[in-house]
Each structure stands twice: as structure tokens, then as C-alpha cells.
């Protein structure tokens, strides 16, 4: 397996702003151009744009208990296809090439295409010395649900080292108040090396509960 | 008509020739299958041709009309081509026509009300048996005069050579197909020198005509060496591009102003004018090989150049004429020149081949034109040996690593890296870069060898290395002392002395008190730091000292205890403080007898061990 680059993922609650109070009519630009000025202030230098999109499948009744599959794809990776099967307990994930994507079409039959909750999240991308920012806000069906920031720390291969300063710089960016949890499936790989396939388990942790909720995810 | 004789034709049992590769095997096309071969009858049936007499009359008479209105089918039929059998369609809706027509007429002629239907007399035909005879007569005697004549020819030839020994032309050409691409082109026989069937894309052609050498010449080369081997049958007739001696030449140069004329000059002359002897005596496959290679330089120089106008360097490549010019390492350049003597202009003086000629040959770099040639050959293979797509419904030209990425989640900078490809130029560069760095590391090293004579410096460089990576093993040692200390690399050689006494100190069984690899103590140096290293004596009544400055050199003081110079004093007393190791004293360690520096002090621990 490629080693990666330490990464978390983190949240921005619109509740959580106590020094800038957002309007409450324009939400998702307001806020990233807000997180924008922030960073650049900071002396990142913009490149370019980043992509993180998941569309989900459903196994057709006939073949059993019902099962998900989860395509998932990152602008960082551009090559690859990352799938990730949710069978109970257990989630197996597989990395492919772009292919991938065709044979998923061919299994239509057995897996149907939950196109209404297909969700992505896009937005700038900043490098920052060694760290890499993404602001990406998060939209489905075209309705938008939230922010997710994505800070990427590049020398480091495993979380639990680098956890603290990543806390640090997050809430020096997002406000000091601000809680940085790593997610479920983070918490369990704190010590393991890390690896592109833990960002797109911490993506789909955050899409899933996205899902979850109807209208925008404020709380 | 009367003269005509009947000539069968049929078409031969094997199927067309499709391909002669070049191992002279050939590839038959598929003979067509039945759907296909109908078809290809069918298009063949002119529907137009009757031997019925009244269609020529009516044919005659509407000749006129009718190309033109085929003029007219023509076109509209030329762009709708879609279909293949609408010709047939045309022809067959045409011959319905007719026969329709045919059938109104006879229907009209049978109620013999308008029209009556009368025989006509055949006109008797006049058949002249013995004219006929005489004719046919005449045409085969001249036809087996031809032939008769033929014979006579080749008999004659045959003879010719089987009494005068000479060499048969069908042989040779057997032997030059073995070797190389021939195809027959109407009554010529033209061969391919070309490297295209190995993968290159070079524009130019590289064909050859094969032609029988005139018998006289075969004799006369046979008269001349009699006791050589016989002159080929063959005559290879090469392009006047590719005739002569063509080859690449690389040179490294410091940077002078008068580059282009120097180097122009000197280059062109080294070319010798011809292969050896003249080129008509040359042999097909020296002559064939020759011109392949002059092709092969065309290419390499083609493609180098538009490499060095391509390219941006932060010096930019220069290409002027047969030469290009790269900077390598400031102050250094790359010129790679194509040579090609034709044998046209013969006519340099003399003069300065002499005097350039041993300078100019010397300089230039084999290693890197073998290297350049080795490069190019391995883009010809790269053209033409893909890799296997993997899966085998997978697509085919990514490398293996690039059809690994997705899998292995490679990342942007990856991808981008792996669709980067070095160009020759480049490659040549780096290895010209190389090749200097080596250099002028194998100078510092020796010089430093030769400097510094006590602890000896050997570097072992690896004969075998890639064109831009090197392997040097470094030891550093004192001569006869190489078992017991030996350093691989230290920046400054003086740490492998202090590491090295300390070494033979417990080899003889001294103590080791006290050792700094960077003292703070005593000036500052203006490279490296001071180091110092304390030893006792087994039984601990000697100590020796030594301190190593880069720029002083190395020190040695030596101390021993019970102090031989203690008097009691007012401030100290008692006897019992004469223990105490008395003031170092320094030794004069160039008197001291010893091949070197570790040789000393083996001398002095041994001496200062021994009870005195």
C-alpha cells in the first residue's frame, strides 16, 4: 500500500463561529470566501481546484441482504477509483483505475444507482509551506449542506504525531473554539500509516451523516 | 482477326502475395470467400456487352447518348458508394429495360399488322484457308525467334561463366535477400535500407536498386586479384544521400570564442573521403551497411535537433548547421556534429587534415557517441516492443507503471512525473554532466592523496557503473596499520588519526581516558575543530596526550607519575602528592624514529610500557 500524507477532515458548523456570526440567508460562499481571505492572509498561494465526489449503489433485493457500495473519486488521486462496500460490521474498500467506473455499469442490473444522493464536495485547493488546505463546500443534488475544510499535513505519515499541530493549525484558522474531532474510522488508524484510502474513509464518514440530515446541517 | 491466336490464361493456384517480409518469408492474402468472390464477379459483368447483334446496332446508335447519361449515373453513384452492389443494381435495371423493349417489339412484329420480320441473306463469309495458314505460320516463327533468341542468350552466358568462373547473379541475390528487404517493382528489383521494420519514424527512405553488374567489369575486377574473393555478380546502386561515410561526432570543450570555426573545421576534415577502395569495388554488404549507417546519424542528428531548438534551457541550445551546441557545466560545452563525406567534395587541401587531423581525433568522446547510438536504438525498440496490456482486455500502450497508478492511488505529482519523458539531448546531457563531475572528483580526490602522504588514501572506483550514477569506496589507512583501523570516508582526514590511535592504544593495551572529536579549547580553525584524545599506560604511571589541530598538525605531549621533579614545597608538602602525573611534556614527534604517524606511537606506548 503508497503511504500518504497525514490528513484530517474537519467540519465547519456554522453554530461553532462565535467571533463572525453568519448571516444566516448566504451561508456557503460567505464562509468560504471568509476562510479564503483568512488563509491567504496566512501567505498560502492558491492551486488550483479540488474535487471529492461519492455516489452510492444499492445490491438489487434478489441477491440478498442489501449492501452499498460507495464510489468515490479525488482530484488528488485522478487515476483511481476508490470503492468502499458497507456488508454489516465490515467495510472492505477496493482501489482501481479508472475502469472501474465502466464496470460498475455493466453490474447496473445488480446494482441500482442511488442518484438523488449523489454528493461532492469542491473548492479551492492552498499549499501553505507543508501543509495543503482545502475548502470545499458540500453539495447535493446541487443543494448545498455544508462546509467540510480538509488540512493536509505532507512530511508526516501518521496521524497520531502529527494530531496536535493539525488541531492547531485548524483552530487557528477556524476559530479557537471550534471542536476537531478525528472521525471514527481515523481513530482507529491513529498509529498506522496512513494512506490515501483513510481520507476517502474520513470523506465518506462526513458524506453519510450529510445524507443523513435534511436541508443544511447546522447544529 | 484472321491472325489471332487462341492464348489461355488462367489464374495461378496460389493466392496474391500480400507482404515479403524481411526474412524473405511471405504472406499470402485469404483467398476470398464465396459472398465475396460473388461479388467481386458479379462487378465484373458488364450487363452492356451482348454478342446480340441488335444490341450493337441499337448500342452504336445510342453510344452518344448513352455515355452521357452514364456521365451523368457517375457521379451521384461515385459519392453514394455506400452501397456495393448498386452498380449491378444499374446494370441489371438497364438490361430489364432492354428486354422489355424486346419483348414490345417482337409483340408488335408477331401481329404482323405494322411491322413484318423478313430474313435477311447472310453474307457469305470469305474464307481464304491457305492466307490463314501463311499467317499463322508467320506468327509462330517470330514468336519462336524471340524465344530461340532468349535461349541463345542465356546459354551463351551460362557458358561464359561456367568456363571464366564467374559469379552467378541469382546466388548473390539469394544471399542479399537473406539479409536485407528486396521487392520486385515492374523489371526493377529495389530493396529497403531503412530502419523503419525496427521501430523508426524517420521521414527519409533508404531504397536501393539491385541491378546486374556489366560482365566486363566482373572480369576485369577478376583479372585484377586474382587470388581475392570473387567479385560480386551484383551491383548496388544507393541514393547519392546516403552514399559515402557518415558518422556522429561529440566533443567536449572549454568555452572559447572561435568555437564554430574550430570545431567546423576540425570535424568536417577527421571524415575519411571513402571506405576503404573505391566505391564501385565495394562489396553490396559493405556498401548497404555503409548507407544504413549514414542513415542512422541522419536520424540521430534530425532528431537532436529539434530537440535543441525545442528544449528551453536557461542557456539555449545552439544549432548551427551539422552542429549542435548544449552548455554542460559552466564554462563547459557539448558539440555534437553529424559528419557525412559523400565523396563529392573531395577537394579539401591537404594541408589541414595534417596538421588538425591528429589534434581534432583525440578529443572527441567515443563513450558518448556510442552512448547516443544506444539511445536512439532503444527509442527504435521502445516504438515497436510495447508492453502487454494487463489485464489482456486492458488498454494497450500505458507502461506498467502507469497502469499500476490507479490501483496504487498514485497522486498528481506521480502522474505527471511518469508522463515525463527525457528527450536524447537531455539524456546526452546528463551523461556529458556526469562524466565531468567524475572527473573532476577522481582529481580532487587523487590531489588529496597525493598531499597528504602519513595516513594513505585509497579510492577504488567501480568499473562498472550507469552512464549518471558512479560507485567510489573510499579508504583511508596507515601503511602497515590497515588491520587494525581502516575509515571509509571522513570529511577531515585527521578524525581517522585520532580514531586510529585509539585504536592501537587498545591493541597495546592503554587505556583510553578521554577523547573530543571538537575541542573548545585553543584558537579557532578556520576548518573543522581541534580533537584530542588522553591514554594511560596499563599499570597508569604514563599518560600520553595528543592534540590535532587541521592546521597545526597533530601534537603528542607524554606525562608520567610518580613525577621525577617533586620537591616539597610551603604550599605542598607531603610526598604523597608526587602521584600525581607530572606537566606534559611536548615530544618531537619528527625525530622520532617510525614510518608514520601510527608506526610512532606504537614505538612510544611500547617504550613507555616497559618498566624503565
Known amino acids: 500500500m503508497k503511504r500518504g500524507k497525514a490528513t484530517i477532515i474537519c467540519e465547519v458548523k456554522n453554530g461553532s463561529y462565535s467571533q463572525y456570526p453568519v448571516p444566516e440567508n448566504k451561508t456557503g460562499t460567505y464562509v468560504i470566501e471568509l476562510l479564503t481571505k483568512r488563509i491567504l492572509a496566512l501567505g498560502a498561494s492558491q492551486q488550483g481546484q479540488f474535487l471529492v465526489d461519492c455516489e452510492s449503489y444499492l445490491s438489487h433485493p434478489q441477491m440478498g441482504t442489501t449492501k452499498t457500495v460507495h464510489i468515490l473519486h479525488n482530484s488528488e488521486q485522478p487515476a483511481s477509483v476508490f470503492s468502499i462496500l458497507e456488508s454489516g460490521t465490515k467495510n472492505i474498500h477496493v482501489i482501481a483505475d479508472g475502469l472501474f ?7 447496473s442490473q445488480h446494482y441500482t444507482s442511488k442518484k438523488q444522493t449523489k454528493i461532492e464536495s469542491k473548492g479551492p485547493r492552498f499549499e501553505l509551506g507543508d501543509f495543503c488546505v482545502k475548502l470545499g463546500s458540500v453539495t447535493m443534488n446541487q443543494n448545498f449542506k455544508g462546509i467540510l475544510v480538509e488540512v493536509e499535513y505532507r512530511p508526516c505519515v501518521m496521524a497520531n504525531a502529527v494530531w496536535g499541530l493539525l488541531r492547531e493549525f485548524l483552530q487557528g484558522l477556524l476559530g479557537p473554539t471550534v471542536p476537531v474531532q478525528p472521525t471514527q474510522h481515523l481513530m482507529s488508524r491513529m498509529n498506522e500509516i496512513y494512506t490515501p484510502i483513510d481520507t476517502i474513509y474520513q470523506y465518506l464518514e462526513h458524506f453519510s451523516a450529510y445524507r443523513k440530515v435534511t436541508g443544511m446541517r447546522n447544529n | 482477326m484472321a491472325n489471332s491466336v487462341n492464348i489461355s490464361i488462367e489464374a495461378p493456384i496460389e493466392n496474391q502475395i500480400q507482404e515479403i517480409t524481411y526474412d524473405g518469408q511471405e504472406i499470402y492474402q485469404a483467398p476470398l470467400s464465396m459472398s465475396e468472390n460473388l461479388a467481386r464477379l458479379a462487378q465484373k459483368i458488364d450487363f452492356s456487352k451482348t454478342e446480340d447483334e441488335f444490341c450493337n446496332i441499337k448500342k452504336e446508335g445510342e453510344s452518344s447518348l448513352e455515355s452521357k447519361s452514364e456521365d451523368d449515373n457517375k457521379e451521384p453513384g461515385y459519392q453514394s458508394s455506400l452501397w456495393p452492389w448498386d452498380s449491378v443494381r444499374n446494370k441489371l435495371k438497364n438490361a430489364l429495360t432492354e428486354v422489355s423493349v424486346l419483348a414490345d417489339v417482337l409483340s408488335i412484329a408477331k401481329e404482323k399488322r405494322y ?13 481464304r484457308p491457305m492466307v490463314q495458314v501463311y499467317g499463322r505460320k508467320k506468327a509462330l516463327s517470330a ?16 557458358t561464359m561463366r561456367m568456363t571464366r568462373n564467374m559469379p552467378d547473379f541469382h546466388i548473390d541475390l539469394l544471399r542479399l535477400r537473406q539479409n536485407w528487404r528486396l521487392k520486385k517493382v515492374s523489371n526493377t528489383i529495389v530493396g529497403d535500407l531503412s530502419y523503419r521494420t525496427a521501430g523508426s519514424k524517420f521521414s527519409q527512405t533508404g531504397v536501393f536498386e539491385v541491378t546486374k553488374a556489366p560482365e566486363e567489369q566482373i572480369a576485369q575486377a577478376m583479372s585484377m586479384n586474382a587470388s581475392g574473393p570473387a567479385p560480386s555478380a551484383l551491383r548496388v546502386t544507393v541514393p547519392p544521400e546516403l552514399q559515402g561515410v557518415a558518422f556522429i561526432s561529440v566533443l567536449c570543450q572549454k568555452e572559447q570564442e572561435d568555437v564554430v570555426t574550430a570545431t567546423l573545421s576540425s570535424s568536417a576534415l577527421n571524415c575519411p573521403s571513402t ?5 564501385a569495388d565495394l562489396h553490396w554488404q559493405q556498401k548497404l551497411e555503409a548507407a544504413q549507417n549514414v542513415l542512422f546519424c541522419k536520424e540521430l542528428f534530425a532528431r537532436l535537433a529539434a530537440e535543441a531548438v525545442q528544449l528551453d534551457a536557461s542557456i539555449p541550445h545552439m544549432v548551427v548547421g551539422n552542429q549542435i551546441m548544449a552548455t554542460v557545466l559552466p564554462g563547459i560545452q557539448l558539440l555534437i556534429g553529424l559528419c557525412h563525406n559523400n565523396g563529392q567534395n573531395n577537394n579539401h587541401n591537404p594541408e589541414g587534415i595534417k596538421s588538425e587531423g591528429s589534434s581534432g581525433k583525440s578529443e572527441h568522446d567515443h563513450v558518448l557517441e556510442h552512448s547516443l547510438h544506444q539511445l536512439l536504438r532503444a527509442v527504435h525498440h521502445n516504438n515497436t516492443h510495447h508492453p502487454f496490456p494487463h489485464p489482456a482486455t486492458g488498454p494497450l500502450g500505458p507502461s506498467k507503471r502507469r497502469s499500476l497508478a490507479g490501483p496504487m492511488a498514485a497522486d498528481r505529482y506521480e502522474l505527471l512525473d511518469m508522463s515525463k519523458e527525457q528527450s536524447l539531448l537531455e539524456q546526452i546531457i546528463q551523461q556529458a554532466q556526469h562524466f565531468f563531475m567524475r572527473r573532476r572528483s577522481e582529481y580532487v580526490l587523487d590531489t588529496i592523496a597525493k598531499e597528504v602522504k602519513d595516513p594513505l588514501i585509497v579510492s577504488h572506483w567501480n568499473a562498472l557503473n550507469s552512464p549518471t550514477q558512479s560507485c567510489v569506496k573510499i579508504n583511508i589507512m596507515a601503511f602497515g596499520y590497515d588491520a587494525v583501523f581502516r575509515t571509509s570516508l571522513v570529511v577531515h582526514i585527521y578524525q581517522h588519526q585520532m580514531t586510529a590511535v585509539q585504536a592501537v592504544g587498545r591493541c597495546m593495551g592503554w587505556q583510553l581516558l578521554a577523547s573530543s572529536a571538537h575541542l573548545g579549547s585553543g584558537p579557532v580553525e578556520p576548518l573543522s575543530n581541534a580533537s584530542s584524545c588522553l591514554l594511560a599506560s596499563p599499570n597508569g604511571d604514563r599518560m600520553i596526550a595528543i592534540r590535532c589541530e ?13 613525577r621525577k621533579d617533586f620537591f616539597a614545597s610551603e604550599l605542598v608538602q607531603d610526598k604523597k602528592w608526587e602521584n600525581l602525573g607530572g606537566a606534559f611534556k611536548e615530544i618531537k614527534l619528527e625525530k622520532m624514529e617510525g614510518k608514520n604517524f601510527l608506526n610512532k606511537m606504537e614505538l612510544l606506548m611500547a617504550c613507555l610500557s616497559s618498566p624503565s
Open chain 2, 275 to 279: 571506405l576503404l577502395g573505391d566505391g
Open chain 1, 101 to 107: 467506473d465502466l464496470l460498475m455499469m455493466k453490474l
Open chain 2, 115 to 127: 411491322m413484318v420480320l423478313d430474313p435477311i441473306q447472310a453474307e457469305p463469309v470469305d474464307s
Open chain 2, 550 to 562: 587541521p592546521s597545526v598538525g597533530i601534537q603528542v605531549f607524554i606525562a608520567q607519575s610518580p
Open chain 2, 143 to 158: 514468336a519462336g525467334a524471340v524465344l530461340l533468341a532468349g535461349v541463345e542468350r542465356l546459354r551463351a552466358s551460362e
